[in-house]
Structures are given as C-alpha cells and as structure tokens.
C-alpha cells in the first residue's frame, strides 16, 4: 500500500501574521533522503507578521525574501520585513500568455463569465516555462548559506509551482509534490474564509462559485504544471535545460538541503 508522505511542519514558529508560511523541511526527496528543516519556506503575503513573527524570523537566520508578487501588488502590501532580511522582488506572473495569478484584481463581470478550470489549467500549464523568478529562486537556494523564503499574495499559485520546482531538484516524487501542493487546502483555509466572506457582497453567486475554483489548490492544477514540465523531455532534462542544473549540480543541491 502506498503511504502519504508525512507532514512537514506548517511553520517555523506558530506565526500570529502568517499566511500559509510553511517549511518544506520533513518532505522524502532523493535516496530516501529528506529535505532539512529550517532552510527552505514557502509563504504567502508577509505583510501582516508581528514584531514577535519577525523576531524569530530573525533569529532563524531567514535572510532571503524572494516575492513572487507583481510589483504593483507588493507596493500595495509591502511585506514586514526583519532585521538582517535581503529582499527581491521577481514577479513570477506569465509574461504575455493570457494568464494571471493575480485574482483579486479580477471584476464581477470578468469572474462571471470565466471558466475557471481552464483559466487554472492555462495558468498552470504556463507558470514553469522560462520563468524568471524560479530561475532566480534556484540560484539563490544554490548560492546562500542561510535559509530561503519564497512567497506570492496567498502562497498557492506562483508559489505552489515554485516548490514543484524546487522539490523536483531535491529529487522528489510526484506524490510527495501533489500532497504539497493540496495541503495548501487546509493551511489557506482561514484566509480564503475571510476573502470570500469580504466579497460576498460584491459577487453574485456564479462570481463566486468562480472564485472559489480559483482559490482552491486542487491536484488537478499542480498535475498540469507537472505534466508541462514533462512534456519538454522529463524532468532532469527540463531542470537541465532552464537552470543549469545537471546531475552533478543537482546532486550539489541534494547535499546542501537533504538530510
């Protein structure tokens, strides 16, 4: 019988501001190898972490923030940031294809008519390909000695692909990747409720069943941008071919985050 991988812990610290700030730490990657806690967090918005969330932040040793946010988003939402914090700004946002992660600034009218499912499949299968701010996000993990945060608006879309990318490097499966990714259902949970209570009077109910398409984290995305990966000649080829990342470059990774 196949097992679930374990669950990794939800955070370094129970943050008060928190969005579904994450540790990929504990997730089974290559040769039954594990990745390292403390050194790779995955995160939405960090706009509301408390002066008690920033100071152990601090005291992790977090020092790269990589936002994934387009730059008008995070001008509106600036993050809250901790002493000893070096921050980037890389939208992650497909570039001319049609496609946005940035839902909330999506009309009524716009939502009504929208087929959601496609609108996230078209999204999913776009956001890995030749996409600057994970080839950034990879060269900074391969360079920096401290740990990494990488975060978009919720943690879901450009950053759910991101942690695809990053555990496909670690060597993990598919499996462990999905259950990633879905657990992003229950830990955006409290957020999402308050969005969608925000917007119930502004959306009739079709806007609405939309919108909550678009803010689900469903296996059906993550396996479209997983099987847009594959389609440019599997994995090792495509972390080859967009980062540099070759077996010995890999297996550097490997050493660096797996335990």
Known sequence: MNQQPPAPSLSVAPLEGGVNFRDLGGLPAADGRRVRPGLLFRSGSLAHLTPA????????????????????????????LW??????????????????????EFSPAFLARLDPRKFMRDLYRELPLENRAYR???????KTDTATVF?????????GVAA???????????????????????TLAPHRERVQTALAGELDGLAMEH???????????????????????????????????DAPARAALQAKYLE
């Open 53 to 80: 969330d920033r100071d152990h932040l601090a005291a992790a040793r977090l020092t790269r923030v990589l936002d994934f946010r387009d730059a008008d988003e995070a001008a509106r939402e600036p993050g809250a």
């Open 83 to 104: 002493d000893g914090a070096r921050y980037e700004n890389i939208p992650a946002n497909p570039v001319g294809r049609g496609v946005s992660a940035t839902i909330d």
């Open 136 to 142: 950034r996000l990879m060269a900074v993990i391969q």
């Open 151 to 159: 975060h978009c608006a919720v943690g879901k879309d450009r950053t």
């Open 164 to 186: 695809a990318v990053v555990l496909l490097a670690l060597g993990a499966g598919r499996a462990t990747i999905i259950a990633d990714y879905t657990r992003t259902e229950q």
């Open 211 to 245: 919108m909550r398409v678009l803010m689900a984290a469903r296996e059906e995305f993550i396996a479209v941008a997983l099987n847009s990966i594959e389609s440019r000649g599997g994995a090792d080829a495509w972390l080859a071919a967009e980062f540099g990342l």
